[in-house]
């Protein structure tokens, strides 16, 4: 079955230190994986798509097929970046629906 | 600004008592999306709409039903709610099924049930 995780509900970083929100998924076949992001009173917002291999606000994500996982990652967090991040999949295998993770709260401390 | 405007943000209604939620966007996109999102959960797709071509999932209730009547607006119904029913309802849209764009979501309506 088509599965999303995300093992961190909760993590906590002071700012300027690195940043790891883990994603592993479950997929027979070639998905697309997407990072979006909801800030506190706001609507959930696409972050990323691994498809485009970009960088946005200093968020990058590798897809690493063989550990299936597309963990994203920022070098140094800043208190902006506090918010929830859902990782998410689409593939053809479930008509290109979006399957998303439990989400992780990220918490960046002054 | 082209987006996804879903009313009301928040929502109370009755154990029972039928309930709407609305929601329309400016983006002309064909696909229309629902789902269901829990506290501390996962967002659930419900159904969505590809045009006018209506898709369930398979677990959805029967007590959750949708209506696109244009391209524009998309309703959810829930013919009794029951406490279980409380939940964020997030409408989203997409250009294309598997659209590699991703989606655009609405700012969501809280539904209580009391």
């Known amino acids: 079955a088509q599965r999303v995780t995300q093992p961190e509900k909760l993590l906590s970083v002071f700012k300027g230190a690195p940043v790891e929100l883990k994603c592993n998924y479950s997929?027979?076949?070639?998905?697309?994986l997407f990072w979006y992001v909801q800030y506190s009173r706001q609507r959930l917002q696409l972050l990323l798509r691994?498809?485009s291999r970009e960088s946005i606000k200093g968020f990058t994500a590798d897809l690493n097929k063989g550990e299936t996982s597309f963990h994203l990652k920022k070098p140094f967090a800043q208190e902006e970046d506090s918010a929830m991040y859902y990782c998410?999949?689409?593939?053809?295998?479930?008509?290109?629906?979006?399957?998303f993770g439990q989400g992780t709260e990220l918490s960046v401390k002054p | 600004d082209a987006m996804v405007i879903q009313n009301p943000r928040y929502q109370v209604t009755q154990f029972g008592k039928p309930v709407t939620l609305s929601c329309s966007q400016t983006?002309?996109?064909?696909?229309m999306y629902w789902y269901q999102q829990k506290s501390s959960q996962a967002p659930k797709l419900l159904f969505h709409?590809?045009?006018?071509?209506?898709?369930n999932e398979a677990d959805t209730p029967d007590n959750f039903q949708s209506r696109r009547p244009n391209t524009s607006f998309c309703f959810l119904d829930i013919r009794s709610p029951g406490l279980g029913d409380a939940a964020m309802y997030l409408c989203?849209?997409?250009?294309?099924?598997?659209?590699?764009?991703?989606?655009?979501f609405g700012s969501g309506t809280r539904l209580t049930v009391v």
């Open positions: 998410a999949l689409s593939g053809y295998n479930q008509g290109g629906k979006l399957i």
């Open positions: 989203a849209t997409s250009r294309e099924q598997g659209d590699i764009r991703g989606y655009t």
């Open positions: 691994h498809i």
């Open positions: 983006l002309n996109h064909n696909v």
């Open positions: 709409y590809y045009d006018k071509d209506f898709n």
């Open positions: 997929y027979s076949g070639s998905p697309e």
